[in-house]
């Protein structure tokens, strides 16, 4: 009987070992050690069980690594992270895409208040928000002043504008207009 | 869309009878070409207004040709050094006007310039203090020019106010017959004049494609000063990405420094804004050193513009899973790669010979959180 358990627990422990394996990404466990990637692996997966996308958090593992970052600023890095899409849910909603999430917590990680977010979904309705988030992480990237981006952004949306038209925004849009110094 | 292209084509008719205008701006520079169909006056203007590093460098120059009158003509050129402590901007440097009226002879100025700005929510405020010398024919005075301004941004409204003060101490040779008359002692030898002038202007302006519209007036006074009020209406109809009809009219004020008329114009043309390869950044330090370029389905093509003497230049980013990809070198000094063209917010950064991880020239930059900077890169 003894041996028959044993058998039965060795044949489990087998068939569990794979299905655990797959919850780690391969591009994790490739690049680190065991103990970082477990580290790693072991936040990747929190936010994944609270439905939040992975890639991002693997992406900015692996910029780490690509960078000679140390493990403790990686797994802070990655925390971080976690910490903005959780807010970028909050705010945006449970029916956000994982799209949407990765550029909202990027707008978060440069300063954007969370309200803005749930008022740029409130504004924008059933469009998307990738465009106007796209649009505001470009313009304050390039310096202009993330107020100002705010109001053009958001005045946009008021207005109902297509995506077309935040893609077509530039830092002389926000920041004075052009049409001024004519002739 | 029909209704439009034959608008645009009759009010594109109507404009080239009404007065040639011909003006091509790029992200830093400006050129205009203006001829009346009567010939009565023919302008040429250029202007170019660019970043380079922490410099600031305008420079802008029109020449009048005022058939079987004479010709008038004017220059501009600043060059500052500029700092962004905080949420302040900063300025200075020296700032250099030329002109010539017709029948006058050439007068200059040249003063040194420091101004101050900052953004307070949807609020513009700012000062600056100019002060130099103008020479103009046999007259020299010496100038300060205070001035403050403030702008307020709602939405597609902005609403601008400035007020400045020219105070100027002319000295005016005097008269031959004073010096014949024995009068040489050097402190005999100038009529000097203060002259205390106020101005004040309000400026509007609305935009929302295809249409952008502004105002302004502005007014002038104060002692030794003849009152002069000026004023401005216009507007650009963009008719298409990179033609837009243009109207202006208003009273163009007189230049006190340099002793320009002022005058009445009005202006119909067309302007011809050179397109953007998509989405070249219109930065003017920027413009030229990154291209992204849509030319093959499913990918996106990368090419930058890296120093002279790269010998090797790699890519890696989110596009790459942070795994470095050769750049292919061009014959152009550009650098390219293909990647797979997926919308988003992409990070990525480029090594040339080993150096460290840089953002990508020309492309937009923050802090990443290893203590370097990471290029972004806009898909859509």
Redesign the interface.
């Known amino acids: 009987m003894n041996t028959r358990r044993l058998v039965a627990l060795s044949i489990m422990a087998l068939a569990a070992a794979p299905l655990a394996l797959c919850g780690q990404d391969a591009?994790i466990t490739a690049r680190f050690t065991p103990v970082v990637a477990a580290h790693l692996n072991a936040t990747i997966d929190s936010a994944s069980s609270e439905g939040l996308p992975a890639e991002p958090l693997v992406?900015?593992a692996?910029?780490?690594?690509?960078?000679g970052?140390t493990a403790d600023?990686?797994v802070?890095?990655l925390s971080?992270l976690r910490d903005a899409l959780r807010t970028a849910r909050v705010a945006l909603g449970s029916t956000a895409t994982p799209?949407d999430l990765?550029?909202a917590a990027?707008a978060l990680q440069?300063g954007m208040p969370p309200s803005r977010l749930t008022e740029l979904r409130q504004l924008r309705g059933d469009r998307g928000i990738?465009?106007p988030l796209?649009a505001y992480?470009?313009l304050t990237?390039?310096?202009v002043?993330a107020?100002?981006t705010w109001?053009?952004i958001s005045?946009l949306a008021?207005?109902r504008a297509s995506?077309a038209?935040f893609?077509?925004l530039?830092?002389?849009?926000v920041d004075?207009?052009r049409?001024?110094d004519?002739? | 869309m029909k209704v439009r292209l034959l608008t645009a084509a009759a009010l594109i008719a109507i404009a080239t009878v009404m007065h040639a205008q011909v003006r091509l701006e790029t992200g830093g520079g400006e050129a205009?070409f203006d001829r009346l169909p009567s010939s009565a006056l023919t302008s040429l203007s250029g202007m170019l207004d660019t970043r380079l590093g922490l410099a600031h460098l305008e420079l802008s120059g029109i020449e009048q040709d005022h058939l079987a009158i004479g010709n008038a003509g004017a220059f501009h050129a600043a060059l500052h050094a500029t700092a962004a402590p905080g949420a302040w901007r900063i300025e200075a440097g020296p700032v250099i006007d030329g002109g010539r009226d017709i029948g006058s002879r050439f007068a200059s100025t040249y003063a040194g310039d420091v101004g101050i700005e900052r953004?307070i929510?949807?609020v513009t405020v700012g000062s600056n203090l100019r002060a130099g010398v103008a020479q103009i024919g046999a007259q020299h005075s010496a100038w300060q020019q205070p001035a403050l301004h403030a702008g307020w941004?709602?939405?597609?409204f902005?609403l601008d106010a400035a007020w400045n003060a020219i105070v100027l101490r002319d000295s005016t040779l005097k008269a031959n017959d004073v010096l014949i008359a024995g009068e040489t002692r050097p402190d005999t030898l100038y009529n000097h004049d203060v002259r205390n002038i106020q101005e004040m202007s309000i400026?509007g302006?609305w935009?929302?494609?295809p249409l952008?519209l502004?105002a302004a007036v502005g007014h002038r006074y104060g002692l030794r000063a003849i009152p002069e009020t000026w004023w401005s209406a216009?507007?650009?109809l963009h008719l298409t990405p990179m033609i837009s009809l243009?109207a202006?009219t208003g009273r163009q004020e007189s230049n006190v420094l340099l002793d320009l008329r002022g005058g009445v114009?009005t202006?119909l043309?067309l302007?011809l804004e050179m397109p953007h390869a998509h989405?070249v950044?219109?930065?003017a330090d920027n413009g030229q050193r990154a291209l992204i370029l849509h030319d093959a389905p499913g990918l996106v093509r990368l090419s930058f513009l890296l120093p002279v003497g790269v010998q090797r230049a790699v890519l890696?980013?989110?596009l790459t899973?942070?795994?470095?990809i050769a750049l292919e070198p061009g014959t152009d000094g550009r650098w390219s790669i293909h990647l797979a063209d997926r919308?988003?917010?992409w990070?990525l950064?480029i090594r040339t010979d080993g150096a460290d991880?840089q953002p990508p020239p020309g492309l937009?930059?923050?802090a990443?959180?290893?203590?370097?900077r990471?290029g972004?890169l806009?898909l859509?």
């Open positions: 591009r992406l900015r692996l910029e780490g690594q690509a960078k970052a600023q990686i802070a890095a971080r799209t990765m550029t990027a440069l990738g465009a796209t992480l470009d990237a390039r310096g002043s107020d100002r109001d053009r005045d008021r207005r995506d038209d893609g077509r530039t830092p002389r849009d004075h207009q049409d001024e004519w002739p | 205009h953004d929510g949807p941004q709602v939405g597609p902005r400026r302006s935009g929302w494609r952008a502004n216009g507007g650009a243009v202006q114009y202006t043309g302007r989405p950044h219109d930065d890696a980013g989110d899973n942070w795994e470095p919308p988003g917010t990070r950064n991880w937009p930059s923050r990443d959180e290893f203590g370097r990471v972004l806009v859509e």
